[in-house]
């Protein structure tokens, strides 16, 4: 359970990261001149963009896991709330 207890927080901290390392190899090879945009004089913003581009495909593959753990835990969360409505709609109408 301990696994499922931070599925979240872990996927979202390995994009952050995964995003952090795309952005600094693409910073890298601005910097190297292998990219025509220069890092001395480019917009960040396009390097910014550029590492998400990059990094969107590649968390969609080597994230596969935490994904599936992260949508497992988001569904228990979903059922129970769907429980605790369903109870208390069972007791208003016992009520009335």
């Keep these: 359970m301990s696994s499922q207890k931070f599925a979240s927080l872990r996927y979202t ?3 952050v990261g995964l995003l952090i ?3 600094g190899v693409v910073y890298g090879l601005c910097w ?3 990219v025509p ?4 004089g480019s917009n960040l913003v396009w390097m910014i963009l550029l590492a998400l581009v ?3 495909p590649l968390s969609w593959v080597l994230l596969r896991k935490q994904r599936d753990a992260m949508s497992e835990q988001i ?3 979903v059922d129970r709330a769907k429980e605790r409505m369903a109870a208390n ?3 208003e109408d016992g009520v009335a």
Excluded: D, E, M, P
């Design 32 to 34: 190297a001149g292998a």
């Design 89 to 91: 709609t069972g007791q």
């Design 75 to 77: 569904v228990a969360r």
């Design 21 to 23: 390392v795309c952005f």
């Design 13 to 15: 901290a390995l994009r």
């Design 54 to 56: 990059i990094s969107a």
């Design 37 to 40: 945009i220069a890092a001395r």
